[in-house]
Each structure stands twice: as structure tokens, then as C-alpha cells.
């Protein structure tokens, strides 16, 4: 479906996700009108932002579930697992691998996900090839590469950690990411803290994982506006330590969602909300927000929220499914037990997709 339609149901409206009564009126790939008087349509459920995955790193789907081994031994450059295989594997074999990744984060509901892309410019020109307009490509210079080669082909740069890096180069690649006004964003804090005030140093557009940050950390983030994104499932399976996701809330600090490297962890929303929620945060509204409303913001997207003027990205779950009943808070419903089989339609562009394997009694 296409052009002009209603979806009716129970709206999380707005940018606080109250749930009312009410119809979204779609109008190409924009969302043209939300009213709140009762309409009967052909599309019927609860209305919920699609997701926003705020940290990925899809060229590593061609090595899925490698040993349990040190962070550093699976990901840190230049010799660290990941690196071996995506510079020994074919550009056919990493895009199947981006491919099969895309659709899984179809599946579970995610419109968009914010990628950082190994390989240089000739990584984040494959993404952007297979990807289009659903993926953020932050990349990184690879050996023969500038950082200028880089940003001609993708949407900014993601550094994998100032520790990484010679002296003055992060601040060389923000200077010249920033200049271009593009997005940069920065690990810090996964493995420790030792490249923490470093990262924040070059103020970056956001930064990732921050499991090891202080207190001081968290503020400094904070008072500086620096958005974090959070990948607790990543954290428990490379034994980097559980995020302190509390105290970065407690601190003001903007957070956001991501599921990491798909080598380790599937592309699926639905998995990390619950493990932030139930972990972490026991609540439910501020869980969902960091799937959507907040990632789209650090992705600079008009998306996370179903308001008049925004893209129509939205899924559409099924509240006859039995995953829906007896739900005492539909919002609850969805961050702590819903799934990819509970979609009805997930809209996407403006366009209705239908799911046809959700669960019905």
C-alpha cells in the first residue's frame, strides 16, 4: 500500500509516547496528519516508531559467532579477528553478509541504523550502495586512504578508539569531519576509561559504549551535550563489563541504543530493549526512546516519533496476537516482551508492508 492511507488504532503519539486513540493519515513519505477521533481504516493496531539502530557494525555478518576470546583479540585493529577476516574477504562476501544483516533489521522493525564502516572508502561505498537510505556510513581511513577519500563516499567518520590512533590524528579527523558537516562518532570507554577524555576531547558527535566511564565522565558528556550509545549485549559478550546506564540517565546524559557488531549479537532491536529495560533501567518509556527518538536524533534523521511533518516510518503491531493480550501497558508490551512476529505492517517511506507470520491465536 501506497499514495494516500489511515492507519487507526492506539497512537504512542509525540515525542513522550503517550498512548491515545486516534489515526495517522499517510500521505507518500510523510506523515500528514495525526487526529484523535475514533476511524475505521484497513490498517489497524498500535502505532509505534520503527526503531533506530544507533550503532552497528554490519561488514562483520560474514563471521557469526566466533569463540568467546578478549575484546581485543575479536575486534581491535589492525590484527583483531574482525579486521582478518573482512581484509582477507571478497567485496561479494562482505555485501551478502550487509545484505542478510538489512534484512533481519527489516524483520524486526529497525527503518535505520548508524554504521561503522571498516575498509576505508571503498567500505562505506559498498554500504552506501547496498544499503541506501537506511543506513548513516560513519567510515574510517584504511591503509592508502585520506580522511578526505573517506568523507566523499560516506555521511562522516567513526573511530574505533583515540588509543588506536598516532598522536593528533582524532583531532585531525574531527577538524575535517566537522568542516564538511558531517557526523562523527567515537568508541570510548569499552575496554577502560583510559581513552575517555581523549574522545570527549574532540568533541565528538556522540560517543559509544562508555562502559567503564565515571562519574565525571558521564557529567563531562553531558554538560557538553555529547549524546552515548549503549550496546549492552555486546558488553556482556566480549566481557567488557555491564554499562552503567543508570548513572549515565542520572546524569543527564542523552542515550541511545545499538546492537554492535553483528558478528556478535543479531541486528535486533527488540533483544536490547529488553536487556536495557530489564538489566537496567526498568523503564519502559525512557527504553523505548533510546530505540528511536534518540538514535534518529544523532543520525540527524526526522524520524523516532509519530508526529505531523515526519517520515512515515512506523510499525503497526498486531494487538490480536497473543503476545498483546491481557497487556496492561501496550508500550510496556512492546519494549520488554513484543517481537518481530507481533508486527502487523511495518511502514516504511510511506509504504505498508504487511507481516504475514504474526501471531494470531
Known amino acids: 500500500m501506497s499514495g494516500e492511507y489511515v492507519v487507526s488504532g492506539t497512537i504512542l503519539y509525540g515525542d513522550e509516547f503517550e498512548a491515545r486513540e486516534g489515526y495517522v493519515v499517510v500521505s507518500g513519505p510523510k506523515i500528514r496528519e495525526v487526529g484523535f477521533e475514533r476511524c475505521d481504516s484497513d490498517i489497524r493496531g498500535l502505532i509505534c516508531p520503527a526503531f533506530v539502530n544507533a550503532h552497528t557494525h554490519l561488514g562483520d555478518a560474514i563471521v557469526k559467532d566466533p569463540p568467546f576470546m578478549p575484546l581485543v583479540d575479536l575486534v581491535a585493529p589492525p590484527d583483531g579477528l574482525k579486521h582478518r577476516v573482512l581484509n582477507a574477504a571478497s567485496p561479494a562476501e562482505v555485501a551478502e553478509g ?3 544483516s538489512l534484512g533481519v533489521m527489516g524483520r524486526t522493525g529497525t527503518c535505520h541504523c548508524v554504521d561503522f564502516r ?9 554500504l552506501k550502495r547496498i544499503a541506501g537510505p537506511r543506513a548513516t556510513v560513519l567510515g574510517r581511513p584504511a591503509p592508502g586512504d585520506t580522511i578526505e577519500s573517506v568523507l566523499a563516499e560516506a555521511d562522516g567518520t567513526g573511530i574505533s578508539s583515540t ?10 579527523i574531527a577538524e575535517k569531519t566537522k568542516k564538511t558537516g558531517k557526523i562523527i562518532g567515537i568508541h570510548a570507554g569499552e575496554l577502560n576509561r583510559d581513552d575517555i577524555d581523549t574522545a570527549i576531547d574532540i568533541m565528538p ?5 562508555m562502559t567503564h566511564a565515571a562519574a565525571k565522565d558521564m557529567k563531562r558528556a553531558a554538560d557538553n551535550g555529547i549524546p552515548v550509545v549503549t550496546c549492552p549485549r555486546s558488553n556482556a559478550i566480549t566481557g567488557a563489563g555491564l554499562p552503567p546506564l543508570k548513572e549515565m540517565r542520572e546524569a543527564g546524559a542523552t542515550l541511545a ?5 553483528v558478528m ?3 541486528p535486533d ?4 530493549m529488553e536487556w536495557a529495560d530489564k538489566l537496567f533501567l526498568h523503564d519502559d ?6 530505540a528511536t527518538l534518540n538514535g534518529a536524533k544523532i543520525a540527524r534523521l526526522n524520524k523516532g516519533s509519530i508526529l505531523p511533518g515526519k517520515d512515515a516510518d512506523f510499525l503497526v503491531f498486531d494487538l490480536k496476537s497473543d503476545t498483546f493480550k491481557s497487556s496492561q501497558n501496550l508500550l510496556s508490551t512492546v519494549v520488554r516482551r513484543a517481537g518481530p512476529d507481533d508486527i502487523g505492517y511495518f511502514i516504511y517511506e510511506g509504504k505498508a508492508w504487511r507481516n504475514n507470520y504474526s501471531r494470531r491465536s
Open 264 to 266: 556478535l549479537n543479531s
Open 98 to 100: 550487509i545484505r542478510s
Open 285 to 290: 518509556e525512557f527504553v523505548l526512546r533510546m
Open 118 to 126: 571498516e575498509n576505508g572508502a571503498a567500505g562505506a561505498r559498498l
Open 257 to 261: 541504543l545499538g546492537t554492535d557488531n
Open 163 to 172: 588509543r588506536d590512533l598516532p598522536p593528533g590524528a582524532a583531532e585531525d
Open 205 to 209: 558527535g556522540f560517543l559509544v559504549h
Open 269 to 272: 532491536m527488540f533483544r536490547e
